[in-house]
T-cell receptor, first 110, second 114 residues
């Protein structure tokens, strides 16, 4: 079953913060985050694993709540380059494939 | 540039036809994944190969098939094409074939079925 992402779309001004959520009905082992700009390939951001630490680099970080089967992606002081559609991909133990969510479209305006 | 190459970039064909999409993974990556992305939709996993063998299967239609060759490149064959098969088809690769490794996506092949 496909993970649910929220919000579906968000518009922010440059410098504002954003939170994108990813929820699954299954017990998760991993959560991947990717960003895709229109007409381009998805680009890897980070992976979070069950029992692992919260990840982050630069002004983008993510957390994984194993009990709630949820992950959140945090973008602080957003830049114009952050615009795009963000996808979470979830994996369950024993199954190597990822199931991607429907995406969150983030638009950053000056 | 992810290092994953896909050809062709664009493909326009008619209903009922058959096409082959090609993917070359990053150097050193053993696993190849195929995804379908319809207009403004998410990524639908089709199939995964690891070192020449099928590893996982998603919602891949019987009209579609894939294989990975000894040099690790992969081909996705789509036959008896229908209008609804029009989509972006992405190939991704990873070092090994499990979910703890990041996937690197190629630029995609845009298929238009008329």
């Amino acid at each position: 079953q496909q993970p649910v992402q929220s919000p579906q779309a968000v518009i922010l001004r440059e410098g504002e913060d954003a939170v994108i959520n990813c929820s699954s009905s299954k017990a998760l082992y991993s959560v991947h985050w990717y960003r895709q700009k229109h007409g381009e390939a998805p680009v890897f951001l980070m992976i979070l694993l069950k029992g692992g630490e919260q990840k982050g680099h630069d002004k983008i970080s993510a957390s994984f709540n194993e009990k709630k089967q949820q992950s959140s992606l945090y973008l602080t002081a957003s830049q114009l380059s952050y615009s795009g559609t963000y996808f979470c991909g979830t994996g369950v133990f024993g199954n190597e494939k990822l199931t991607f969510g429907t995406g969150t479209r983030l638009t950053i305006i000056p | 540039d992810s290092g994953v190459t896909q050809t062709p970039k664009h493909l326009i064909t008619a209903t009922g036809q058959r096409v082959t999409l090609r993917c070359s993974p990053r150097s050193g990556d053993l696993s190849v994944y195929w995804y379908q992305q319809s207009l403004d939709q998410g990524l639908q996993f089709l199939i995964q190969y690891y070192n020449g063998e099928e590893r996982a299967k998603g919602n891949i239609l019987e009209r579609f098939s894939a294989q990975q060759f000894p040099d690790l490149h992969s081909e996705l064959n789509l036959s008896s094409l229908e209008l609804g098969d029009s989509a972006l088809y992405f190939c991704a690769s990873s070092v090994v074939g499990n979910q703890v490794n990041e996937q690197f996506f190629g630029p995609g092949t845009r298929l238009t079925v008329l």
